[in-house]
């Protein structure tokens, strides 16, 4: 069980394969799976639909209407409140209508992705199941904190949960990518790919860097929208702008596929201890390998020397951009459809649930189950 | 009981007076009393005060320092995250800290001033009382109604709950005022005062017409900073000024109170269902009648006739204004003193608290009560 944690792995005995019935919380402001921005509704929506294939009964509560394979869906708005994300109001109308429909169901676990409904896993008879989606900063942190031992903590990374060894982990469970949506491409042509927002934390500036100092051309996809993004894009890209640099904008869910499937590695020089790097998983899955800087959950998602080059600093870029044209591109896809399917996911998942059920499930009768 | 609701008066025999302990939750933007803005945490500082000289055992829980008479104090932010006010993130941390400080005392009755801590009531073994502060906007009423049984809410007027009777209201508790801080003055100069912010709902400019249309100056107090309200003092009030036409700004506690005590008379021509109008019980505290339009709470504060006079069309103001000459100061202060103050206030919520237990502590015994 590669994508779970440790001690999801160390569970003893799986619990009877009987399907789970799930209330699966999924946040209010945009439809599952989104039609535009929602990274949190897109992984809820294909972890939805696995779950489902598996044969588990799940209730999704959302906002609008959806597009998923769940079993019921109830809806907390009409519309969903996308004009009022980042409002603390329909963060708590959507909990107390989510608090009423659990209520009403007969659970075996809450799977929540929101803020405010893990407060609700007090009065919840079914344990709570939260899946962290950012980044342990100070003030999340202190929330889960507070919330200490009334839910279960699912980290997308174990660079994510290390900050913070103190909460209450019930494992890691990587994100996972509809792999055969992905198109495979083995013979690379000549150019280094960057897929990102235009941010410091990003640092496309560093990818140029190395793909001009490793005489290889290089492509630039991703937003460029915000101030902060703007300002960084003068002060850091335009004067590095020059006939090896293609800047190509935003990249929808075709382009970003046609450029992958092309490059001949994806350049990943992050500044930060970013949780999950899904383009790392996106780009490996066409085939393609991945030159990054060993930050977040970078040494998670890339197997290295075999799925791409991982190295300390900005200066060791250039060589592991050479390095990368010698790795084997079915290498990557099989990585990917081994370890980052949407698949996987759902089986750490399912697994988490079992671990956590377990010991509610045969409280006082171990001896009479021991030939289940 | 005139500052409880119908339902409260009809209290059939008062539980036994013993004392209660209340755990009191404040927003965590303000200390409590606040040191400027703060118009809940000033509330929850006279309420506080008063209950523990009445004898009951109150646990605030607040943010940052206190100035209260509380028997226990404990803060969920070294400082107050004033600078967060608006984001969901501060209102989940306070709720998931509250939780844990309730959850460890034990306690007759939580009663909540927040936006999230309500959602935490179905966990809470002692009931919830829940003050409704703001108007019943479609987004609140929406929210309360998902809350639904699980909290039981205190109006601040009879006029706010009157778009939702649906709602499980325990009871109306008019906010109070300190009244011994309000200076007394019977004899009254020729000017009327308009206190409250420059915007259309306030309506300052039908006070100056009233005024003017009475042969009486008139004085204007109060923010005008927001676009909306300067944007509003553009079109409004600007081309209405005159020499009978002071500007006074933003009047400070001592300010205020030396406009009140002169005043003739308030002008209160809302245009709003404002639930709850504290600039009236202040100006009568002072013995200065009301001159008001037939809006919200106006009603329920004004003794129409005795102190003030309220009308229902911005053509009647300018006869109001004459009516109201003859009012007894006296008369208003006496109302203040009987009906708005702070202790009236505690008293009011005590009745509520101990209508909300008194089934619960006399549970099988109805007989014995029935000569109540």
Request: proline letters at 11%.
């Amino acid at each position: 069980m590669p994508t779970t944690s440790t001690s999801t792995r160390v569970l003893p005995t799986p619990s009877p394969d009987r399907p789970l019935r799930i209330a699966m919380v999924a946040p209010p402001y945009f439809s599952i799976p989104p039609k535009g921005y929602g990274g949190i509704e897109a992984v809820v929506a294909d972890l939805v639909d696995e779950l489902v294939a598996d044969g588990h009964h799940v209730t999704l509560i959302g906002a609008g209407p959806h597009g998923t394979k769940a079993t019921e869906y109830v809806s907390t708005f009409d519309e969903p409140p996308s004009r009022k994300l980042g409002e603390p109001l329909p963060e708590v109308v959507h909990a107390a209508r989510v608090a009423q429909i659990v209520e009403r169901g007969n659970f075996d676990i809450v799977h929540d992705h929101t803020l405010a409904g893990p407060l609700l896993a007090r009065a919840t008879v079914a344990p709570t199941v939260v899946t962290m989606h950012g980044p342990l900063e100070p003030d999340p942190l202190e929330y889960y904190r507070a919330l200490g031992g009334t839910v279960h903590l699912i980290g997308i990374s174990d660079a994510q949960r290390r900050p913070a060894p103190d909460l209450p982990w019930l494992g890691t469970v990587h994100n996972g990518i509809r792999v055969e949506t992905f198109p495979f491409q083995p013979k690379k042509e000549n150019f280094a790919l960057f897929m990102g927002r235009f941010h410091p934390q990003k640092a496309p500036h560093l990818a140029i860097d190395a793909a001009r100092a490793a005489g290889m051309p290089i492509t630039l996809a991703g937003k460029c929208q915000e101030p902060v993004e703007k300002a960084y894009f003068e002060a850091e890209i335009a004067p590095r702008i020059g006939p090896d640099v293609s800047l190509f904008g935003v990249a929808d869910a075709v382009a970003k596929r046609q450029l992958y499937r092309r490059a001949a590695c994806l350049l990943f020089p992050i500044c930060w201890e970013e949780p999950f790097g899904l383009v790392m998983v996106e780009a490996m899955a066409c085939g393609t390998p991945v030159v990054a800087l060993r930050r977040g959950s970078v040494p998670e998602v890339v197997r290295d020397g075999v799925t791409g080059v991982v190295v300390d600093s900005p200066d060791e870029l250039p060589a592991a951009i050479e390095a990368a044209r010698v790795l084997s591109p079915q290498a990557c896809r099989d990585h990917v459809a081994t370890s980052f399917s949407t698949e996987r996911m759902a089986h750490g998942y399912v697994a988490a649930y079992r671990k956590l059920l377990a010991p509610m499930q045969e409280p006082a009768v171990p001896a009479v189950r021991s030939v289940a």
